[in-house]
């Protein structure tokens, strides 16, 4: 059965606004006291009008934000608001208190933060400055989507600390998942034998949130109720020599379709399932025992291999399951690294994958170096 719609004239929708942010009470739950209602956006956990609702889902609301003359149905009003063009933010750029709309934040980098502003990926500079705390924020377009990119610095005499986040602004047209991205972070470090690279990789990309990503609340000239925005750092560089290095420090941010944990737990060198005994190089590189005992250096990032063993990895590696490399010749099993290696070294699956196996490690090996 079809649902009946109904638009409101204005003068009634005008009655229909939340006594706090005094938008329309087009989000659930809607609540009310003495005569005062408030809407889902102010008070998401209170306890719902259901008259109210039960109506509210045959009418159209207009999009709350000036300038936009969308109707929407009851269910789509967040979403919607969340990614809408005429939607205004404070620019994230320090100190910037400029309004912009959300399609426009990237030309406005250039046209204002010209330094700031990016292509598909965000190179920057990191330099060993004595100012005990800096913040930056650079922004960069990756497939037609904003990304933020938060820098915090932090100076203890000859050591440094440097932290990142990454925020992407709401797009009604982004083609894939959130959830299925994530962003490394290449520190690239001038020695006296040559370039030393540090490579992190940060969690799951959040969507800009005023409240979080708060260049006042990081700096500690914030008031505003409900800001928490020194929360969001995801990817960490702690204690750097500076003492060690000559010059600046280049920096890329790249964004990319997330890599499974699976994907983590294989070696960069056989690409065979790591387990205890798992080591990882000072830069961060894991390798497993087999390939440890054949290599001084690490192959990623030429850093001499010591004795250090990632337990966090080799715990993980205890619990997970994983499956056989093969199966996407048909192997279904599934089962603890340990015994997923045990297994592939009789899969009736592996042998006419194993000339195809060889060839993908060296392609990968050769983009690598």
């Known amino acids: 059965m079809t649902q009946f719609l109904t638009t409101i004239p204005q003068c009634v929708?005008?009655?229909?606004?939340?006594?706090?942010c005094q938008r329309y009470l087009s989000v659930s739950p809607v609540s009310g006291t003495k005569?005062?209602?408030?809407?889902?956006?102010?008070?998401?956990?209170?306890?719902?009008?259901?008259?109210?609702?039960?109506?509210?889902?045959?009418?159209?609301?207009?999009?709350?934000?000036?300038?936009?003359?969308t109707k929407l149905i009851w269910g789509q009003v967040l979403v919607h608001e969340a990614a809408c063009t005429f939607r205004r933010i404070i620019c994230p750029y320090m100190l910037c208190c400029i309004p912009v709309?959300?399609?426009?934040?990237?030309?406005?980098?250039?046209?204002?933060?010209?330094?700031?502003?990016?292509?598909?990926?965000?190179?920057?500079?990191l330099a060993f400055n004595r100012t005990?705390?800096?913040?930056?924020?650079?922004?960069?377009?990756?497939?037609?989507t904003c990304f933020l990119v938060f820098v915090k610095t932090i100076t203890n005499c000859e050591f440094f600390t440097f932290k990142f986040g990454v925020a992407v602004l709401p797009n009604a047209e982004l083609n894939e998942?959130?959830?299925?991205?994530?962003?490394?972070?290449?520190?690239?470090?001038?020695?006296?034998?040559?370039?030393?690279?540090?490579?992190?990789?940060?969690?799951?990309?959040?969507?800009?949130?005023?409240?979080?990503?708060?260049?006042?609340?990081?700096?500690?000239?914030?008031?505003?109720?409900?800001?928490?925005?020194?929360?969001?750092?995801?990817?960490?560089?702690?204690?750097?020599?500076?003492?060690?290095?000559?010059?600046?420090?280049?920096?890329?941010?790249?964004?990319?379709?997330?890599?499974s944990l699976t994907e983590r737990l294989e070696c960069p060198v056989c690409k065979n399932y790591m387990h205890s005994k798992i080591f990882i190089c000072p830069t961060g590189h894991s390798i497993c025992k087999k390939c440890?005992?054949?290599?001084?250096?690490?192959?990623?990032?030429?850093?001499?291999?010591?004795?250090?063993?990632?337990?966090?990895?080799?715990?993980?590696?205890?619990?997970l399951e994983v499956p056989c490399h093969n199966d996407y010749n048909g192997c279904q099993f599934v089962?603890?690294?340990?015994?997923?290696?045990?297994?592939?070294?009789?899969?009736?699956?592996?042998?006419?994958?194993?000339?195809?196996?060889s060839s993908t490690v060296q392609s990968k090996h050769d983009l690598e170096h």
């Not at 039960?54 to 009418?59: L, N």
């Not at 690294?337 to 195809?356: L, M």
Request: proline fraction near 3%.
């Open 13 to 20: 929708m005008e009655n229909l606004k939340c006594s706090i």
């Open 101 to 125: 709309r959300l399609n426009e934040v990237l030309s406005h980098f250039i046209e204002s933060h010209r330094g700031f502003a990016h292509d598909h990926r965000c190179r920057m500079s």
């Open 177 to 259: 998942p959130i959830n299925d991205m994530n962003y490394t972070v290449s520190l690239y470090l001038s020695t006296a034998s040559g370039i030393c690279v540090m490579k992190k990789v940060g969690k799951q990309i959040s969507q800009y949130d005023e409240t979080k990503h708060c260049m006042y609340c990081i700096i500690g000239r914030c008031h505003q109720a409900g800001h928490y925005g020194d929360k969001f750092w995801d990817v960490e560089f702690s204690n750097i020599d500076s003492s060690y290095y000559y010059g600046d420090i280049k920096c890329i941010v790249k964004v990319a379709k997330f890599t």
């Open 35 to 69: 005569g005062k209602y408030t809407c889902g956006r102010c008070c998401p956990t209170a306890e719902t009008s259901g008259p109210y609702e039960e109506i509210a889902k045959h009418i159209l609301f207009p999009c709350s934000i000036e300038g936009c003359k």
């Open 292 to 319: 440890r005992k054949m290599i001084k250096t690490c192959p990623l990032c030429k850093c001499t291999m010591g004795t250090t063993r990632n337990y966090t990895l080799e715990d993980i590696a205890e619990t």
């Open 132 to 144: 005990p705390h800096q913040i930056a924020t650079h922004c960069f377009s990756y497939k037609k």
């Open 335 to 357: 089962g603890q690294v340990a015994e997923t290696i045990q297994h592939e070294t009789i899969c009736g699956f592996g042998e006419k994958t194993t000339a195809t196996k």
